[in-house]
């Protein structure tokens, strides 16, 4: 059994507000914190371009000034009312170099009242790491972070041993929004880079911000992938590389008819497509995965109890997932406590992962219960699939899809058949078996924790053998539960016994 978080506070959770002056975007986002869980309630975004004349001037763009500060007054007007330690609001390196961020920091102050605290460049990098350790406990390598003036490279060696570098290879420090000189840049990113080289050598690349999740994206759609969640996606080495040198040569026209792009990044993208390229061949980059959390979830997570920080997030997310809809968390762990024991004997397919899997889908068995009987398969398996619940890759997210369809169906196939693509046929199968396992667990019991405890499963042989304590037979095996075992067996592809 998993460790579990504190349930009964669960309920109320709190809000948390982060306002984050970039050097491109100012924005702010309002979170509902459920323990170690984080979900947006709120996103707004002002791309303002501070940045934008830095290199140039060493100033803070006028416009951008004048941009962020309005976007700034209504954030204030937004979060009227909320408590002073309940707001965070930071800037970054175009505050932290420009000559005149003094002097905009207080004029913030005065106009909005907000106290902008400006992050060095380790502590950005630090709080980006911290981000890709939020939404992936078990992240490993190295952490690239992409501003629009700077870039942060930090090594992963958990949270207490974090080391990291900043680097004025944002697009804006770059030359944005300039047409993108290729061999001058490319020299410029080579320089940086080159003393780092075997300091921040990696084959695993976490890549923190906009302009390369609008890389991601685009790789989506040249390569028809089914499932457009931008948070943990990966993408080879190889295919970055072709990526990138594709989009290094599009002109701005090029771009814009390209569906899906962020319009306000046309100018940037190829010089984040041109960083993107040098690292993966300076630090030796197998594989680049793709975080939605970084700077802001940072923040959040070393705020959090160091206890709070040590639960699983993924758990912790289904079970707030569920908890929100007035529903008991003790269901999810007695049938995490049931279905272990028949799942742990089988063969691992997601390595050292497959009973968290377990015990996420436990915690969402009755996602569907206040839908639609005839629609609950289906509406259970889309929300699994888009849920903002972090600590899980794309094949992980969509065996959790498959399993709560086949908690509420004994249909073999979920709707959705093009995401099959993402799991093996063994994988289907086994998300089957679970989800029939929770099924039958939640009809068995009549969803009462007690009865579910008169009862268990077991594999003897070529037998799946469901048995029920001496006296308690009748009122657990009957028509409807003996039907649901058959599907369960029939899922592991074993002969049913029932005792």
């Given at each position: ?23 491109n975007?100012?924005?702010?986002v309002?979170y ?20 934008k ?11 951008g ?9 209504r ?16 800037a ?8 005149d ?20 460049g ?6 980006a790491?911290?981000?890709?350790i939020?939404?992936?406990p ?9 501003g ?67 890389l ?6 040249i ?9 943990q ?22 771009l ?7 319009k ?13 390229e ?22 959040l ?8 920080r040590?639960?699983?997030p ?24 049931w ?20 015990a ?8 569907g ?12 398996f ?49 998300a ?8 039958l ?13 008169k ?41 049913l016994?029932?005792?």
């Amino acid at each position: 059994m998993w460790p579990r978080g504190d349930s009964a506070s669960r309920p109320d959770g709190r809000q948390a507000a982060v306002i984050d002056v970039g050097s491109n975007s100012v924005r702010l986002v309002i979170y509902r914190v459920d323990g170690r869980a984080l979900w947006t309630v709120y996103n707004e975004k002002v791309v303002a371009g501070l940045g934008k004349d830095l290199t140039a001037t060493r100033r803070l763009s006028p416009e951008g000034v004048e941009a962020a500060i309005g976007a700034l007054r209504r954030f204030r007007s937004v979060l009227d009312g909320w408590k002073a330690d309940e707001v965070t609001a930071c800037a970054t390196a175009a505050v932290r170099e420009a000559a005149d961020g003094k002097a905009f920091l207080k004029r913030i102050k005065d106009e909005t009242g907000l106290e902008v605290r400006v992050l060095s460049g380790e502590e950005e990098a630090r709080y980006a790491a911290l981000g890709v350790i939020c939404g992936q406990p078990d992240a490993e390598g190295v952490v690239g972070d992409l501003g629009g003036s700077s870039l942060e490279l930090v090594r992963l060696n958990g949270m207490a041993h974090i080391e990291g570098v900043t680097l004025p290879l944002g697009p804006f420090a770059l030359g944005a929004p300039k047409p993108l000189n290729l061999e001058r840049t490319r020299r410029l990113v080579d320089d940086h880079l080159a003393p780092l080289a075997n300091r921040y050598a990696s084959p695993e690349f976490h890549a923190v911000g906009g302009a390369w999740r609008n890389l991601a994206l685009l790789h989506m759609q040249i390569a028809d992938y089914p499932l457009h969640v931008a948070h943990q996606y990966e993408i080879s080495g190889a295919d970055a590389l072709d990526l990138s040198r594709l989009v290094q040569r599009q002109s701005r026209s090029s771009l814009e008819r390209i569906e899906g792009l962020s319009k306000k990044r046309f100018d940037s993208l190829p010089y984040a497509a041109l960083v993107l390229e040098r690292l993966i061949e300076r630090l030796g980059v197998e594989t680049i995965t793709i975080s939605a959390y970084g700077v802001r979830e940072g923040l959040l997570l070393e705020a959090m109890p160091p206890e709070t920080r040590q639960l699983n997030p993924l758990i912790e997310g289904c079970e707030a997932l569920t908890s929100q809809r007035g529903i008991s968390p003790e269901l999810g762990h007695a049938l995490e406590a049931w279905v272990a024991p028949l799942f742990e004997k089988l063969p691992p397919l997601f390595g050292g992962r497959d009973m968290i899997l377990t015990a996420a889908a436990s915690r969402l068995a009755e996602l569907g219960s206040r839908l639609h009987p005839d629609h609950r398969a289906d509406l259970a398996f889309e929300q699994v699939l888009r849920a903002p619940l972090a600590g899980m890759n794309h094949a992980e997210r969509v065996f959790l899809a498959s399993v709560a369809f086949s908690r509420h169906s004994a249909a073999p196939q979920p709707p959705d058949t093009s995401v099959a693509r993402v799991l093996t046929q063994e994988r289907r199968q086994r998300a089957r078996a679970l989800g029939s396992a929770l099924r039958l667990g939640c009809d068995l019991s009549g969803h009462n924790v007690r009865l579910l405890e008169k009862s268990s499963l077991t594999v003897r042989g070529d037998r799946l053998v469901v048995t029920a304590l001496t006296g308690w037979e009748d009122m657990l095996l009957g028509e409807q539960t003996t039907r649901r075992a058959q599907t369960l067996a029939q899922a592991l592809k074993l002969k049913l016994e029932l005792s």
